[in-house]
């Protein structure tokens, strides 16, 4: 049984996410926070193995919480639940090492998503008194929570395309988005489309006078 724990200062968000978790019975909940010192003091006492924190706090901020277990060796796994978008912040989330980050709001799916990939990385770890670089491959496919990409997409360019719509501050269209990034319109229409079919980003037509609707797409 994995035990977690939940950092949430939003009375409604928080039962959502405890209602979540409660769905899936291979986790345990053990306790909630709703600020940052509360967050330290119960990591601190009640080593959960996975703590699913949210960015802003009352007192401090998650990215402040993450960095003191870091620094105190904790064994301590993070996913972060934040409406926090911009490159910086989840640049920063991913070095101190968090192993998700969802972007409010999300649904149920998502969420599982994070939790079942989660759950066979830390099996995996745990079953294992070793590994061999096949099993360090097949954990880090496990950690990123991605399915395999169909032929001819990048990882790489995929994580581009999807950073740099974090960085939009409105629903942009394609042709915007590859402006913005510098390449062609129907590479990253593609990319788009794999988001939006695997349930990682959403679409919103937009109909003007004439001509076809123009997709506007957003997290």
């Given at each position: 049984m994995i035990q977690v724990l939940i950092v949430e200062d939003d009375p409604m968000v928080l039962e959502v996410n405890t209602g979540f978790l409660e769905r899936l019975p291979l986790f345990k909940l053990v306790g909630t926070a709703t600020n940052g010192t509360d967050a330290i003091e119960k990591i601190q006492t009640l080593r959960p193995d996975l703590v699913l924190l949210?960015?802003?706090?009352?007192?401090?901020?998650?990215?402040?919480?993450?960095?003191?277990i870091r620094e105190e060796g904790l064994p301590i796994d993070f996913i972060m639940i934040t409406a926090a978008r911009d490159t910086n912040t989840v640049h920063d989330v991913f070095r101190y090492g968090a192993v998700d980050y969802l972007v409010k709001p999300f649904r149920f799916d998502r969420f599982k998503t994070a939790l079942d990939a989660y759950q066979k990385m830390w099996n995996k770890l745990n079953d294992l008194p070793t590994v061999n670089q096949e099993d360090i491959d097949e954990l880090k496919k496990i950690a990123k929570t991605e399915e395999y990409l169909p032929k001819g997409l990048s990882e790489n360019t995929l994580r581009q395309v999807l950073l740099a719509l974090i960085e939009q501050?409105?629903?942009?269209?394609?042709?915007?988005?590859?402006?913005?990034?510098?390449?062609?319109?129907?590479?990253?229409?593609?990319?788009?489309?794999?988001?939006?079919?695997?349930?990682?980003?959403?679409?919103?037509?937009?109909?003007?006078?004439?001509?076809?609707?123009?997709?506007?797409?957003?997290?």
């Open positions: 949210d960015m802003f706090l009352p007192d401090s901020s998650g990215l402040i919480v993450l960095k003191t501050p409105n629903p942009t269209t394609a042709e915007d988005l590859a402006a913005y990034l510098g390449m062609a319109r129907v590479t990253v229409r593609r990319y788009l489309e794999y988001l939006v079919q695997s349930g990682k980003i959403k679409v919103q037509m937009e109909y003007g006078s004439v001509g076809r609707p123009s997709h506007h797409y957003f997290l």
